[in-house]
């Protein structure tokens, strides 16, 4: 089942269900902190306002009480997240 994700000041989108929650975001052009990809660091964790997700891996990173790294997990249900320093999208390169 499809799960919508709303980024708080930003936009919302359905991901594809194989993705990680970080994959995602990227295919969104939607700028993310990130080094690891397998939640050992927690460069890129987002406070989770509503919803679940499950972990794919389980984090090795501290994860404060309502954050969530996104390299390792996918929606459980839809979710809405805040980005710190809010929801910016990569610009196109225009050549």
């Keep these: 089942m499809a799960h919508i994700i709303k980024i708080l000041e930003g936009f919302s989108f359905i991901p594809r269900?194989?993705?990680?929650?970080l994959e995602a975001l990227e295919q969104q052009r939607v700028e993310m902190d990130y080094q690891c990809?397998?939640?050992f660091c927690g460069?890129?964790?987002v406070s989770l306002?509503?919803?679940e997700v499950v972990y794919t891996t389980d984090?090795?990173?501290?994860?404060?009480?309502?954050k969530i790294l996104t390299c390792c997990c996918r929606?459980?249900?839809?979710?809405?997240?805040?980005i710190p320093g809010g929801c910016k999208k990569?610009?196109?390169n225009v050549e």
């Design 59 to 66: 984090p090795i990173a501290f994860i404060p009480e309502g």
């Design 17 to 21: 269900a194989e993705l990680s929650l």
């Design 43 to 45: 460069s890129c964790q």
């Design 75 to 82: 929606p459980k249900s839809d979710l809405t997240i805040e």
């Design 90 to 92: 990569k610009k196109d």
């Design 37 to 39: 990809r397998e939640g």
């Design 49 to 51: 306002i509503d919803g």
